[in-house]
T-cell receptor, first 112, second 113 residues
Framework: SQTIHQWPATLVQPVGSPLSLECTVEGTSNPNLYWYRQAAGRGLQLLFY??????ISSEVPQNLSASRPQDRQFILSSKKLLLSDSGFYLCAFSQGALDEQYFGPGTRLTVT | QKEVEQNSGPLSVPEGAIASLNCTYSDRGSQSFFWYRQYSGKSPELIMSIYSNGDKEDGRFTAQLNKASQYVSLLIRDSQPSDSATYLC?????????????FGKGTLLTVNP
């Protein structure tokens, strides 16, 4: 069966510090991978998606970046966090472009 | 006009009743439609997907799609207190946005024992 992992589960970071969130998928090959952010009182916002190793599409210009160093690994990074980066970060995967997306457990980030 | 619109609720129903959740979308070319359930503090969980007009049933859940009216709904029969959650409607617009799901802000459902 397919499973998706994210870590850490929670993170408290000061403004200006770097960020690295990791997501891995098991039980499937060549998945499409996604990073979403859910801010308090707001809907889910797609940040990045990837259809293959090294292929990253950005949906929202901001101080975040994403990388896909391996087929089933997706990393979200920032060099300097802003207060506005606080939120619930969710990784998801799908098999096809129009197929269902399945979410990982999420990382709750608080920037102080 | 918002791309995917849902009533924020809260929608309150008694245990055993039918809960009806509604969603409208703006892009007539949208191709796939999903309902997710999100418990407080947890990640969204896919409960239904629907791709063509009509009804799709899975246990106590029925998704209904009407592309002409740009409307998708979710019915929950025999509602249980464990169904209390926020329900998110998501739409894949297809075309050049094949990979992108656009989410509504969700409807909070409360099932009262």
């Amino acid at each position: 069966s397919q499973t998706i992992h994210q870590w850490p589960a929670t993170l408290v970071q000061p403004v200006g510090s770097p960020l690295s969130l990791e997501c891995t998928v098991e039980g499937t090959s060549n998945p499409n991978l996604y990073w979403y952010r859910q801010a308090a009182g707001r809907g889910l916002q797609l940040l990045f998606y990837s259809v293959g190793i090294g292929q990253i599409s950005s949906e929202v210009p901001q101080n975040l970046s994403a990388s896909r160093p391996q087929d089933r690994q997706f990393i979200l990074s920032s060099k300097k966090l802003l207060l506005s980066d606080s939120g619930f970060y969710l990784c998801a995967f799908s098999q096809g472009a129009l197929d269902e997306q399945y979410f990982g457990p999420g990382t709750r980030l608080t920037v102080t | 006009q918002k791309e995917v619109e849902q009533n924020s609720g809260p929608l309150s129903v008694p245990e055993g009743a039918i809960a009806s959740l509604n969603c409208t979308y703006s892009d007539r070319g949208s191709q796939s439609f999903f309902w997710y359930r999100q418990y407080s503090g947890k990640s969204p969980e896919l409960i239904m997907s629907i791709y063509s007009n009509g009804d799709k049933e899975d246990g106590r859940f029925t998704a209904q799609l009407n592309k002409a009216s740009q409307y998708v709904s979710l019915l929950i029969r025999d509602s249980q207190p464990s169904d209390s959650a926020t329900y998110l409607c998501a739409v894949n617009r297809g075309g050049g946005s094949n990979y992108k799901l656009t989410f509504g802000k969700g409807t909070l459902l409360t099932v009262n024992p």
